[in-house]
């Protein structure tokens, strides 16, 4: 049951870009431009699904392989 580094680093490069979508949601609705921090939620939101995918891909691969 060993995982591949490619999922290991897409699951980490997701994870990146949800705590940066995140910062960027924080960071503009500071200054109160709602607009993008409805954009910048709505990426982080899909963010989730596409993890969701990865995971499960490897989780398949992993069961197949071994």
């Known amino acids: 049951?060993?995982?591949?580094?490619?999922?290991?680093?897409?699951?980490?490069?997701?994870?990146?870009?949800?705590?940066?979508?995140?910062?960027?949601?924080v960071h503009q609705f500071f200054f109160e431009r709602y607009t993008l921090v409805l954009i910048y939620v709505?990426?982080?939101i899909l963010l989730f699904p596409i993890a969701l995918?990865?995971?499960k891909k490897?989780?398949?691969?992993?069961?197949?392989?071994?």
């Open 1 to 25: 049951m060993k995982r591949s580094y490619v999922g290991v680093l897409a699951l980490c490069l997701v994870l990146l870009l949800n705590i940066v979508f995140l910062q960027l949601a």
């Open 42 to 44: 709505a990426l982080n």
């Open 53 to 55: 995918w990865i995971y």
């Open 58 to 66: 490897e989780k398949n691969q992993t069961m197949n392989s071994g």
